[in-house]
């Protein structure tokens, strides 16, 4: 079955860090950028950063620059979001999506909260 | 990095069409043909219903199209059915540095 399966979602403190992590199935997950898209609650969607196949090139939305990284690991068929410094506003589901956002996870949920 | 305006509501009785517009700049939905569309439940995850304007993904009825006009994309609906009912949100990608850019979402009634 093809699929994209999110982890690491948690509540954390303003301030505090967190690793998400998207597992892929069923292709080829080294020909596909990959990215990342958030929903805060009752908000609309929103992209956050993406990566290019072999990892070499990545970018990210202005208010998650310098805070955020995004990884992969192809041989884990993986694909990874580093959250630093997380604030109140990043509070949000967290989707992997592959390419341009042709396949999605089922999300995984991040609450900065005190 | 501005999200895409799109309409917070639109609704239709069954078997009428119903249109979604996406308003963006000549930085995205005017520069490139690479806008797609989404559809969400509450609670799911979205699905891919509408790429480069206007190809639709293998399994998608072909009730759904799409079309741009200048810095305006829309999604046409056609023979609504109850299960339309849903957020739809438009995507387009706005250039090297910015990459992708979301429209706030859509809400379809289904009268």
């Known amino acids: 079955e093809v699929q994209l399966v999110e982890s690491g979602g948690d509540v954390v403190q303003p301030g505090g860090s967190l690793r998400l992590s998207c597992a892929g199935s069923?292709?080829?997950?080294?020909?596909?950028?990959m990215s990342w898209v958030r929903q805060a609650p009752g908000k609309g969607l929103e992209w956050v950063a993406n990566?290019?196949?072999?990892?070499?090139?990545?970018y990210y939305v202005d208010s998650v620059k310098g805070r955020f990284t995004i990884s992969r690991d192809n041989a884990k068929n993986s694909v990874y979001l580093q959250m630093n410094s997380l604030r109140v506003e990043d509070t949000a589901v967290y989707y992997c999506?592959?390419?341009?956002?042709?396949?999605w996870g089922q999300g995984t949920m991040v609450t900065v909260s005190s | 990095q501005s999200a895409l305006t799109q309409p917070r509501s639109v609704s239709g009785s069954p078997g009428q069409s119903v249109t979604i517009s996406c308003t963006g700049t000549?930085?995205?939905?005017?520069?490139?043909?690479?806008v797609s569309w989404y559809q969400q439940y509450p609670g799911k995850a979205p699905k891919f219903m509408i790429y480069?304007?206007?190809k639709r993904p293998s399994g998608v009825p072909d009730r759904f199209s799409g079309s741009k006009s200048g810095n305006t994309a829309s999604l046409t609906i056609s023979g609504l059915q109850a299960e339309d009912e849903a957020d739809y949100y438009c995507c387009s990608y706005a250039g090297r540095y910015t990459h992708w850019v979301f429209g706030g979402g859509t809400a379809l009634t289904v009268l």
């Open positions: 069923g292709f080829t997950f080294a020909r596909y950028w």
């Open positions: 480069d304007v206007n």
């Open positions: 999506a592959r390419n341009t956002f042709d396949m």
């Open positions: 990566i290019k196949e072999d990892g070499t090139d990545k």
């Open positions: 000549s930085s995205d939905v005017g520069a490139y043909n690479y």
